[in-house]
């Protein structure tokens, strides 16, 4: 649950650019977090160099991917349909191969390869440098795997291809795994123990991505505030790593402000943080730039310390609410948006309601919120008993939602009157005549198109809002145009 679901892009295909010298196709399909679309960015850069393009039409493909969540039952579900469909155009496409990638991968290897036969690879997070080999292997008419969980790989030096994008917003993966352990969570068995990417590797895209015209990144990792670089390595072994190492690491902190002052007409964004490790040096450090977007998203998964214990995560709700304060003192503007699961084992109504109790007390900006879903594999479903009643769970989870909604409302209507800087992203989905955008906030603006385009910042007067949009009119161009 440490990763945030956008369930608008569940399922999105992704195309780039056709090179005439590719003379086979890529249907490559996403599901999950942000990690996964950025993922499937990779692979798409290692393929185009084996001479696949991508496309969206499932008919027109020699290779199908499907890069997978293990996140909750309800995406692997709508995988297993999905590749059910792929194997039907199999009987017009013979040669059509299918494969599994991500981390549904190295749980369900033996499952999808073996007793259904219903892929011809799967290829785990750590292994998509080893595609073209599986490629070779799968067009030899052997089945392909390889699921082994890296210690040092973060594809630092392979530059992704930004597919469907808009061309002003992209993603900079700059941590891989997880070493929380958290009992609900299958990310450390799927993406393996947590490991940074080079700072140098993180600017030089950074720098690419500014040349070629984008506006914002958002920099990814299961727990972005834990990164640490000191020359490679997992971070669990950086208390054995030489002095000079550890006198020449650089914390996220650092990493943030070398991204800001590279670039600082860039808006930098990051997703998700971890309460345990958000330290104050980060808080300072976007109050220090201007260009670091003022929003944490801050998952608190639960009010109650007796379920966050059971959860292993490893902060108490007093600190918390300190870490909080600390936010909003550092920064008044800040949006804080979080994550929440409900009827998590054994919770009770004192349980339930020390959550509702948490969300009064931060009123977040938006959330993620789901009821508990066991899933194979974690320590939750291995050794607690899923024992909160599913007409309870749902009772709960749209009490939860109800106070959210509340709280969503109370925000928002906090930016009316104020002329914001919003950077335009598309058309709105409402009406061709307005723009879509997004303020530091990240709350959805919308405002008349008059001559501005995408990729433009503009300041905007808020006039009036919904529960999760605001609406207003353009002033002028921002001092970041």
Excluded at 2 to 11: H, L, P, Y
Excluded at 81 to 89: A, D, M, P
């Amino acid at each position: 649950m440490e990763k945030t679901i956008d369930e608008n892009v569940q399922g999105t295909t992704l195309a780039n650019e056709t090179k005439k010298a590719n003379k086979r196709n890529l249907f490559i399909e996403s599901y999950g977090c942000a990690m996964n679309f950025a993922d499937s960015e990779i692979v798409a850069s290692i393929l185009a160099k084996e001479g696949f393009n991508t496309t969206q039409i499932l008919e027109e493909a020699d290779l199908v991917l499907v890069n997978t969540c293990s996140i909750r039952d309800k995406a692997e579900q709508t995988i297993r349909k999905r590749l059910t469909e792929y194997n039907k155009v199999k009987k017009t496409r013979p040669h059509l191969k299918v494969g599994v990638l991500g981390c549904m991968a190295e749980r369900l290897k033996d499952k999808l390869l073996d007793e259904e036969k219903i892929v011809d690879m799967v290829v785990g997070p750590d292994a998509y440098k080893d595609l073209p080999n599986l490629i070779k292997e799968v067009d030899s008419g052997r089945d392909a795997v390889n699921v082994i969980l890296s210690k040092d790989e973060t594809y630092g030096d392979i530059a992704p291809v930004r597919l469907n994008t808009n061309g002003v917003t992209a993603f900079v993966s700059i941590t891989r795994g997880c070493d929380n352990m958290c009992t609900f969570c299958v990310v450390p068995f799927t993406r393996g123990r947590e490991r940074s990417r080079d700072p140098q590797s993180v600017l030089s895209e950074v720098n690419e991505l500014w040349q070629t015209g984008f506006k914002e990144i958002t920099l990814l990792g299961q727990n972005v505030d834990s990164y640490l670089w000191y020359g490679g390595g997992l971070k669990k072994n950086f208390d054995s790593a030489s002095e000079m190492q550890k006198a020449m690491a650089t914390n996220f902190s650092k990493l943030l402000e070398m991204v800001a002052l590279a670039h600082p007409k860039m808006r930098i964004r990051f997703s998700t943080s971890n309460p345990q490790d958000m330290t104050l040096d980060v808080i300072e450090t976007m109050a220090k730039h201007k260009n670091i977007c003022n929003h944490i998203h801050l998952p608190v998964q639960s009010g109650s310390n007796r379920i966050l214990k059971e959860m292993n995560r490893l902060h108490t709700i007093e600190k918390y609410f300190e870490l909080i304060e600390n936010i909003r003192q550092i920064l008044p503007d800040c949006a804080i948006s979080q994550d929440i699961i409900t009827g998590f084992p054994t919770e009770t109504e004192e349980d339930h309601a020390a959550t509702l109790k948490a969300l009064e007390y931060v009123k977040y900006d938006f959330g993620y919120m789901y009821a508990y879903s066991e899933r194979p594999g974690t320590l939750a479903g291995r050794k607690m008993e899923d024992d909160v009643p599913e007409l309870i769970k749902k009772r709960r989870l749209s009490e939860i939602i109800a106070l959210q909604r509340e709280h969503c409302q109370f925000r928002t209507e906090k930016h009316l009157g104020k002329i914001q800087e919003v950077l335009i992203e598309g058309t709105s989905k409402k009406s061709e005549n307005e723009w879509m955008g997004r303020n530091s906030q990240s709350t959805v603006v919308v405002f008349p198109k008059e001559n501005y385009k995408v990729g433009d910042f503009v300041n905007v007067k808020i006039n009036d809002c919904t529960s999760a949009t605001l609406k207003g009119t353009a002033v002028e161009y921002s001092v970041n145009n």
